[in-house]
């Protein structure tokens, strides 16, 4: 069965740094979608970044851009988000998603097959 491991939260200061990592296994992810959603207290889950597995096609969500890359480790089937210059607004739990092969737009929750139990990440001031 498919499992997604997600690690690498904790708490840390504004101004910081973390790489969250997502381990996939249980089957071959050939042609899937890797996505990386947050969701803090009170509100949707939303996308983050995503990536192919073959890891040549990169998405970051247009609020997410300058501080989140997203990376991937073909040989660790791992995927990483590494998040820069950490923000209070950052806090929330962060969850690794896998869509499989033409399930849409890859951009909401709906498209993903697979989740992961979720990494809490919390900011402090």
């Known amino acids: 069965q498919v499992q997604l491991v997600e690690s690498g939260g904790g708490l840390v200061q504004a101004g910081g740094s973390l790489r969250l990592s997502c381990a996939a296994s249980?089957?071959?992810?050939?042609?899937?979608?890797m996505g990386w959603f947050r969701q803090a207290p009170g509100k949707e889950r939303d996308l983050v970044a995503r990536?192919?597995?073959?890891?040549?096609?990169?998405y970051v969500s247009d609020s997410m851009k300058g501080r989140f890359t997203i990376s991937k480790d073909n040989a660790k089937n791992t995927v990483y988000l590494q998040i820069d210059s950490l923000k209070p607004e950052d806090t929330a739990v962060y969850y690794c998603?896998?869509?499989?092969?033409?399930?849409?737009?890859?951009?909401?929750?709906?498209?993903?097959?697979?989740w992961g139990q979720g990494t809490q990440v919390t900011v402090s001031s």
């Open positions: 998603a896998a869509a499989r092969p033409y399930s849409g737009s890859y951009y909401y929750t709906r498209d993903y097959d697979y």
């Open positions: 249980g089957r071959t992810f050939g042609g899937y979608v």
């Open positions: 990536i192919s597995w073959s890891g040549d096609i990169t």
